[in-house]
């Protein structure tokens, strides 16, 4: 059975060759690139399953990198970086990333995120049902059930979660989804967001207050755990 392959676009030398570590023992098979445009070349060359970008890189910004590879490049991308600005990180993600994770990190919440993004990829294929834990959504019927109980959704609830689960892993910003499901007119009404992220959670989960699907990411947007990480 073929390997997932990783490139890693990391300068700095000590978290590159844990990151090569860490993968390398989980089963992975590892690209390393120290530069920019090193790795832009890699990935043409050999297109990885996913690319884990530093955005402080030491040829090329990071931002403008990811807005290259996004150019043809569709597998996911995760972001790694000291950057923690809200602006950076929503920045990041309406240029294409599929997550963002500050440093330092947990290498077990790393293998975690790696893992959500990677079933996105497979999940593209079309499935009449998605089928998460405790959880499944029935495209052509257009229902939803929890366990075996038929849960009962508005339209724009059912295409709320929909987009949220389509997209299993990513972080989605709040821009985004206002702008998919109500339009670009409605691009700064966060309010209605939150209203119906609030009717979708006191619907689905079994407990609202502590969600395990749809998880807050404070001042970007909303990630769907359909596998609970």
């Known amino acids: 059975?073929?390997?997932?392959?990783?490139?890693?676009?990391?300068?700095?030398?000590?978290?590159?060759?844990m990151l090569e570590i860490t993968l390398q023992a989980n089963n992975y098979a590892v690209q390393l690139a120290k530069k920019g445009k090193d790795g832009l070349i890699m990935a043409e060359n050999h297109p990885p399953d996913l690319i884990?970008?530093?955005?402080?890189?030491?040829?090329?910004?990071?931002?403008?990198?990811?807005?290259q590879l996004r150019t043809w490049f569709t597998n996911p991308i995760i972001i790694i970086s000291v950057q923690k600005e809200e602006e950076e990180i929503i920045k990041a993600l309406d240029n294409g990333a599929n997550?963002?994770?500050s440093k330092p990190f947990r290498t077990g919440e790393l293998l975690a995120r790696m893992r959500a993004s990677l079933r996105s990829v497979v999940a593209e294929d079309y499935q009449p049902?998605?089928?998460?834990?405790?959880?499944?959504?029935?495209?052509?019927?257009?229902?939803?059930?929890?366990?075996?109980?038929?849960i009962r959704l508005t339209t724009t609830e059912y295409n709320l979660l929909l987009l949220l689960a389509k997209n299993e892993g990513k972080v989605l910003t709040h821009a985004f989804l206002l702008r998919t499901i109500w339009g670009p007119g409605f691009i700064n009404q966060s309010q209605y967001l939150r209203v119906f992220i609030a009717q979708l959670r006191k619907k689905l989960e079994p407990d609202p207050n502590n969600p395990s699907y749809i998880i807050t990411?404070?001042?970007v947007g909303y990630r769907f755990l359909g596998m609970f990480g």
Do not use: C, H, W
């Open 99 to 101: 997550d963002y994770l």
């Open 52 to 67: 884990l970008l530093d955005l402080g890189l030491p040829d090329i910004r990071g931002q403008e990198l990811l807005v």
């Open 217 to 219: 990411e404070s001042g």
């Open 1 to 17: 059975m073929n390997k997932t392959q990783i490139l890693i676009i990391e300068d700095e030398p000590a978290l590159r060759t």
């Open 129 to 150: 049902v998605l089928q998460f834990s405790g959880l499944s959504i029935n495209l052509e019927e257009r229902t939803v059930r929890r366990e075996e109980e038929l």
